[in-house]
């Protein structure tokens, strides 16, 4: 029911803490929030009564957010201090999964671009008009970082529609009627699974590639880069399927929180 | 019977969850529960606070919690349940020590002893 979910993400969604003990306050709160309000309806037969007596009972959400926030560590309240942008890397209510990862991806691209240029500025300054023959030349220096932007910002857009793509399909999974919609469904998510791990294992012999031209000591030929990506889909596969189990029951039970709307909403009684 | 509101309830809601978890494992629905019919219903707190306490007392290893197994295919929400663990059992024993003392001492300043 949408008005105790919002309840509950007005309750947890300013709390700093991980995501993950996050969605299991979610869980237990909206357990608890589900069974007071059938309760209250079995008593007032009325749903909208019924949400209303369940959130008095319930308790307010603001003092209930400090009163959890109290009940997490100091460490993890400071790890999880919002910082500059905090707002704009949670999913946007209506976006869809394909922009979110673009947007995501465009924040990570210029962020990154930032870092290095900084750092071949530290480099370049640091070396000075002087290059020694075991130094790698300013050309060598700007391919390096171009290219390692580069294979960043593919390998995380490849990965976030790949990853995409594996929660749409356990969807499929758990909503097909029959054992042959099942295996399509776990079929595709294997596909995606080696396609990820494969782009992931290339990504990563492809930075060590570009590493590698622009240094003067050699450390990996073209061989070991096809090896490391093969390397990656023998394990991800495997990995992808073993996750997939625990995404079934815990991707799609919180997919909808973090973009669910808590604002937009006309305000509950007793709320 | 006189409602014991939240203010009065402060610094002893903790203790009175490990009191109720020491008949056995319960969710936080069931701890509510047994807190209530124990009280006569004169726990004057809202629900949503029972969470904060159990969160606290599993930091401090006072409890210990597994989610329920899931009993449908229909994605909900699962429930935890809790336990008392031995640290939790000792704390119990030493908060119930506490409370004699203090409802004997202040029982005899205000001329009403236990």
Known sequence: MKALRVQVERVVRPIRANSGRKNRMREELLAHLTRLHEEELARTGDDAQATAAALDRFGDAASLSRELQGSVSWIERWACVPVLGWMQIRRRVGESAVGYILRMNAW??????GYYSLMMLVVLIARGGRQRVD????????????????????????????????????????????????????????????????????AFAAGMLVIDASSPISFITRAQ??????????????????????????????????????EDLTPIAGA | M???????????????????????????????????AASGGALA??????????????????????WEAATTARPGPRRRVYRLTAKGRRRLETARGEWRQFVAVLGNLLGAPA
């Open chain 1, 225 to 262: 880069f096809w090896w490391i990506t093969l390397g990656a889909v023998v394990l991800g596969v495997p990995y992808t399927l073993f996750q997939s189990r625990n995404w079934n029951t815990s991707m799609r039970r919180f997919e909808n929180w973090e973009s669910l709307d808590i």
């Open chain 2, 45 to 66: 707190l809202k629900e949503g606070s029972l969470y904060p306490a159990l969160y606290r007392l599993e930091s401090q290893g006072l409890i210990a919690a597994r």
């Open chain 1, 135 to 202: 130094q790698p030349t300013t050309s060598q220096i700007l391919i390096l970082f171009a290219g390692l932007i580069f294979i960043q910002g593919v390998g995380l857009l490849g990965q976030g529609l790949f990853c995409e793509g594996i929660r749409q399909e356990i969807g499929r999974r758990v909503a097909a009627g029959d054992a042959r919609g099942r295996r399509k469904a776990t079929w595709r998510i294997v596909g995606y699974g080696a396609a990820n791990s494969a782009l992931l294992g290339a």
């Open chain 2, 2 to 36: 006189t409602a014991i509101s939240g203010d009065q309830l402060r610094g002893h809601l903790e203790g009175l969850i490990l009191a109720a978890l020491e008949r056995g494992t319960a969710h936080g629905w069931d701890i509510w529960r047994n807190l209530e």
């Open chain 1, 108 to 113: 990570v691209f210029a962020i990154s671009a």
